[in-house]
């Protein structure tokens, strides 16, 4: 019998002094902890993403290859999405864009990168008439420190209404009428 066992855990090791090879009880228990792991991993797996873990030995394989496969889809969606943000353009009313704008940067900071509030400012001013929205652009623009995002929602939202206000009211007074003639 064996006194001294050498130990790695990816391998078998053969003691000292023996011609006989013995697996040592920690390998064997983080064998099959890891085949359990391995399987719960493959198990998860969607058809789509089961090739890219089919040669992985071990769980800390099948870990990479699914690392490194959605490091590299999240890098396209992250350039997919900040074009999309900057795509965006208000053709209706100012919240539905605003709040587009929002949820486009919410998931950008979901893929774990963030957009800085003063990116998103400019995001909101290009996409907007500088006809209509000016005055709240210009006013923005002079200020020293950024802009929170809510006060720039309350600031066009107030903006917005004021001016379907006004045109109801030149709409109103203005009305053309007709008054009925007798011969």
């Given at each position: 019998?064996?006194?001294?066992?050498?130990?790695?855990?990816?391998?078998?090791?053969?003691?000292?002094n023996?011609?006989?090879?013995?697996?040592?009880?920690?390998?064997t228990?983080?064998?099959?902890?890891?085949?359990?792991?391995?399987?719960?991993?493959?198990?998860?797996?969607?058809?789509?993403?089961?090739?890219?873990?089919?040669?992985?030995?071990?769980?800390?394989?099948?870990?990479?290859?699914?690392?490194?496969?959605?490091?590299?889809?999240?890098?396209r969606?992250?350039?997919?999405?900040?074009?999309?943000?900057?795509?965006?353009?208000?053709?209706?009313?100012?919240?539905?864009?605003?709040?587009?704008?929002?949820?486009?940067?919410?998931?950008?900071?979901?893929?774990?990168?963030?957009?800085?509030?003063?990116?998103?400012?400019?995001?909101?001013?290009?996409?907007?008439?500088?006809?209509?929205?000016?005055?709240?652009?210009?006013a923005?623009?002079?200020?020293?420190?950024?802009?929170?995002?809510?006060?720039?929602?309350?600031?066009?939202?107030?903006?917005?209404?004021?001016?379907?206000?006004?045109?109801?009211?030149?709409?109103?007074?203005?009305?053309?009428?007709?008054?009925?003639?007798?011969?």
């Amino acid at each position: 019998v064996c006194k001294v066992q050498c130990f790695t855990p990816l391998k078998d090791t053969k003691p000292v002094n023996c011609e006989e090879t013995i697996p040592h009880i920690a390998y064997t228990t983080w064998y099959k902890q890891d085949k359990f792991i391995f399987s719960a991993i493959s198990g998860t797996l969607t058809p789509i993403v089961t090739p890219h873990v089919s040669k992985a030995k071990t769980s800390r394989d099948s870990w990479r290859m699914i690392s490194d496969h959605f490091a590299s889809t999240s890098r396209r969606r992250l350039l997919q999405l900040r074009a999309k943000l900057k795509s965006y353009k208000c053709d209706g009313p100012v919240s539905e864009f605003l709040i587009k704008i929002q949820l486009c940067a919410d998931e950008i900071a979901q893929i774990d990168s963030t957009v800085k509030p003063e990116d998103l400012t400019d995001t909101v001013f290009d996409g907007l008439d500088y006809e209509t929205f000016g005055l709240i652009i210009n006013a923005v623009k002079a200020r020293d420190t950024p802009i929170s995002w809510n006060l720039l929602y309350d600031k066009h939202i107030q903006h917005e209404f004021v001016l379907q206000h006004n045109a109801k009211a030149t709409n109103t007074l203005f009305a053309p009428s007709a008054n009925p003639a007798q011969k």
